[in-house]
């Protein structure tokens, strides 16, 4: 099989939600030593990207949904430690702290930004989906974190992200931390609008962005 047919496979596997394929797959892509943040982007991400268009147009229903989102999982339990150990031993290029909004359930967009931050030489605290604002900054606090990392897929969760920063301020800990925001519905505008340090609109561009945050 080509590495482009593995591709097509990865995504299909997605939209079909044809788990026992999808972690198949990434075990031959490890196998293959193939650059697994490429296959990430361009086999398993086009796939969920797909079934948001087939919800949105009514075609697929939550269950579809569910089913899409367990195969996305079971593909990144194969392929995140992998490229944990990829990544070559150096000096920590900052620790970040991680999670989705309070209540907020959506994760996968966010554990693309986990693994792919962790994978290019971040220390990756993830607290998870529908965490708890002050729990972001306990936690930031307790690790000595460089950078508060805050996914939100909902109009409605968007709203903790503003939050957040305005708890910040009041406990007088801005600047204490670099606040960074993403998800669909959030856009470069929304993170200049509310006061946050940076925005990615994916996982990839988010690594180059942190990258310049930390070392600015
Ligand atoms: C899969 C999915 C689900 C799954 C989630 C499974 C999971 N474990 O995450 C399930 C079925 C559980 C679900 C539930 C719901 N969902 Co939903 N869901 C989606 C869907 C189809 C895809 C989201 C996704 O995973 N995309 C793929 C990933 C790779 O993309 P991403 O999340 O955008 O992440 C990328 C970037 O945004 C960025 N990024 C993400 N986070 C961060 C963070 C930082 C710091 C940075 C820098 C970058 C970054 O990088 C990522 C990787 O490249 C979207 C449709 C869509 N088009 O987005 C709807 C969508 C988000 N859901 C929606 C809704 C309404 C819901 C429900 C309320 C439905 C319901 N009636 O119960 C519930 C929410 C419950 C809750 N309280 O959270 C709406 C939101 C509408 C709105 N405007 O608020 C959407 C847009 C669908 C729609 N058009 O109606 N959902």
């Given at each position: 099989?080509?590495?482009?047919?593995?591709?097509?496979?990865?995504?299909?596997?997605?939209?079909?939600g044809n788990?026992?394929?999808?972690?198949?797959?990434?075990?031959?892509?490890?196998?293959?030593?193939?650059?697994?943040?490429?296959?990430?982007?361009?086999?398993?991400?086009?796939?969920?990207?797909?079934?948001?268009?087939?919800?949105?147009?009514?075609?697929?229903?939550?269950?579809?949904?569910?089913?899409?989102?367990?195969?996305?999982?079971?593909?990144?339990?194969?392929?995140?430690?992998?490229?944990?150990?990829?990544?070559?031993?150096?000096?920590?290029?900052?620790?970040?702290?991680?999670?989705?909004?309070?209540?907020?359930?959506?994760?996968?967009?966010?554990?693309?930004?986990?693994?792919?931050?962790?994978?290019?030489?971040?220390?990756?605290?993830?607290?998870?989906?529908?965490?708890?604002?002050?729990?972001?900054?306990?936690?930031?606090?307790?690790?000595?974190a460089d950078?508060?990392?805050?996914?939100?897929?909902?109009?409605?969760?968007?709203l903790?992200?503003?939050?957040l920063?305005?708890?910040?301020?009041?406990?007088?800990?801005?600047g204490?931390?670099k606040?960074?925001?993403?998800?669909?519905?959030?856009?470069?505008?929304w993170?200049?609008d509310?006061?946050?340090?940076?925005?990615?609109?994916?996982?990839?561009i988010?690594?180059?962005?942190?990258?310049?945050?930390?070392?600015?």
């Open positions: 099989m080509t590495e482009q047919e593995l591709l097509s496979r990865m995504e299909k596997a997605i939209i079909e788990k026992d394929e999808a972690e198949a797959l990434a075990r031959e892509a490890v196998e293959k030593k193939l650059d697994l943040s490429e296959v990430v982007e361009k086999g398993y991400i086009p796939g969920i990207q797909k079934v948001g268009d087939l919800w949105e147009k009514g075609e697929y229903f939550l269950p579809e949904l569910i089913t899409s989102a367990e195969c996305m999982k079971a593909a990144m339990d194969v392929l995140q430690p992998e490229m944990e150990k990829a990544q070559i031993e150096t000096k920590s290029l900052g620790k970040i702290v991680i999670g989705t909004v309070e209540g907020d359930i959506h994760d996968i967009g966010k554990n693309l930004v986990s693994s792919m931050l962790s994978a290019n030489g971040f220390e990756v605290i993830d607290l998870g989906a529908d965490v708890k604002l002050e729990k972001f900054i306990e936690k930031a606090e307790e690790e000595k950078c508060i990392c805050l996914s939100a897929l909902l109009t409605t969760t968007m903790g992200q503003k939050k920063i305005e708890i910040l301020k009041e406990k007088n800990l801005s204490q931390y606040v960074m925001v993403g998800g669909a519905p959030v856009n470069q505008k993170s200049d509310i006061g946050a340090d940076g925005y990615a609109e994916n996982a990839m988010a690594v180059q962005a942190m990258k310049n945050l930390l070392t600015k």
